[in-house]
């Protein structure tokens, strides 16, 4: 395998509407050619729900509870389910269809992008691999419990110990692949679903209970905090050796900044959030 220059982002943390701007902005610069592949490392400040881009928010999101604590909101381009970014390190990787090591299929492209999760997990001691969901599985998939993100994983998402630890989803748009997801760093299964919305309280404390049966986070896993650095530093290791890439650290480029300023609008307003 030939190394292949990539580019390395910090970002640190960042509203909601900066966060997908950011993302978008990267894809389309790369997507004319002027930025390499780029992986990209983040958080979020203040937390926030993101919901997929397929979900209805009215029906799925409770808007009152979100803003009782505090919390941001936004739909993301990707699809997937609802995820409550707070303690996590959240990464995005911008990459064209066309690029050497890179699958067709959606499925497959997965698996490769997701194989950088698996490597950098287990430089961090974590016996990560890859979901492959059986039959049970394959049926709560095609009819997901709740809008939860987290409630059961999908074909090649990441899991340790059964448990689902990462949940990722990709988008393509202008020859060029986007797929961004989190891993957990802590997890409060309480403030998620606090801010979604069920039938009944009876409905939303036992898919809660089984929320809590199938997703963790490296805390519960490492029976301690796991800092923020520690984590992108093993990622970045990780995607490095999975996508036989030579990552160089980098800042975003005037242009990607001045795309991302006009594309926040975007993700503040009513019409991307709220148009299903």
């Not at 299929?105 to 990560?128: C, H, M, N, P, Q």
């Not at 409630?151 to 990709?170: F, R, T």
């Amino acid at each position: 395998m030939r190394m292949q220059n990539w580019r390395l982002l910090h970002t640190g943390k960042g509203s909601a509407a900066f966060n997908m701007a950011v993302d978008e902005a990267v894809m389309i610069a790369h997507s004319k050619g002027e930025v390499p592949p780029t992986l990209r490392l983040y958080g979020w400040d203040p937390p926030t729900l993101s919901i997929g881009y397929f979900q209805r928010a009215g029906k799925e999101v409770d808007f009152e509870a979100l803003s009782a604590r505090g919390y941001g909101f936004v739909r993301r381009p990707t699809g997937g389910r609802a995820v409550l970014h707070d303690k996590e390190v959240t990464y995005s990787v911008v990459v064209s269809e066309s690029y050497p090591e890179m699958p067709g299929s959606v499925t497959e492209s997965y698996r490769v992008i997701s194989e950088g999760l698996v490597r950098g997990l287990r430089k961090l001691g974590f016996d990560a691999h890859f979901a492959r969901p059986d039959e049970e599985g394959r049926q709560r998939l095609a009819a997901p419990s709740s809008a939860a993100c987290f409630d059961s994983p999908s074909w090649y998402e990441v899991v340790v110990e059964g448990k689902k630890l990462v949940g990722s989803a990709q988008t393509r748009q202008r020859g060029v692949i986007l797929q961004h997801g989190s891993i957990l760093l802590d997890l409060d299964p309480e403030a998620l679903f606090a801010v979604l919305r069920f039938p009944s309280d009876r409905v939303r404390e036992r898919l809660r209970r089984t929320f809590e049966e199938h997703a963790v986070s490296l805390r519960d896993l490492a029976g301690a905090p796991v800092s923020a650095e520690r984590v992108e530093e093993a990622l970045a290791e990780g995607f490095a050796e999975a996508l036989g890439a030579r990552l160089e650290p980098g800042e975003l480029t005037a242009q990607e900044r001045e795309t991302a300023e006009q594309l926040m609008a975007k993700y503040l307003g009513d019409e991307w959030n709220y148009r299903k």
